[in-house]
């Protein structure tokens, strides 16, 4: 059973923005640190930006720095993916991910760091 649930993908041109959001009806996500992840079609899946418990501490990939930018909001139970700018390379199928973890500051891009995963939310951008 998937406890995450990710939305707000979708198809955009090249330089437009989407918000994709990730929430849990089971798990509480202020005690987990939490993990964008994306895979393109034919390639690996790819660590796209992390953020830890208290939300103070944020690692991006370098293709994203300054266009991609994560958030939580531990009150609505639900973590952001801001997309600005986008290109036709950030097509790909975009998962969240979690980790409970008793270090409110800790964050990984490492998959296998992850215990918890939603289905994914597709982006597609193409003009």
């Known amino acids: 059973q998937l406890q995450l649930v990710e939305s707000g993908g979708g198809l955009v041109q090249p330089g437009g923005s989407l918000r994709l959001s990730c929430t849990s009806s089971t798990l509480t996500l202020e005690n987990f640190a939490m993990a964008w992840f994306r895979q393109a079609p034919g390639k690996e899946l790819e660590g796209v930006s992390t953020?830890?418990?208290?939300?103070?501490?944020?690692k991006q990939m370098d293709s994203v720095l300054d266009r991609f930018t994560i958030s939580r909001d531990n009150a609505k139970n639900t973590v952001y993916l801001q997309l600005d700018r986008l290109k036709p390379g950030d097509t790909a199928l975009y998962y969240c991910?979690?980790?409970?973890?008793?270090?409110?500051?800790?964050?990984?891009?490492?998959?296998?760091?992850?215990?918890?995963w939603g289905q994914g939310t597709q982006v597609t951008v193409s003009s």
């Open positions: 991910a979690a980790r409970k973890t008793p270090y409110p500051n800790s964050w990984s891009l490492l998959r296998d760091w992850y215990d918890d």
């Open positions: 953020i830890s418990r208290d939300g103070n501490s944020t």
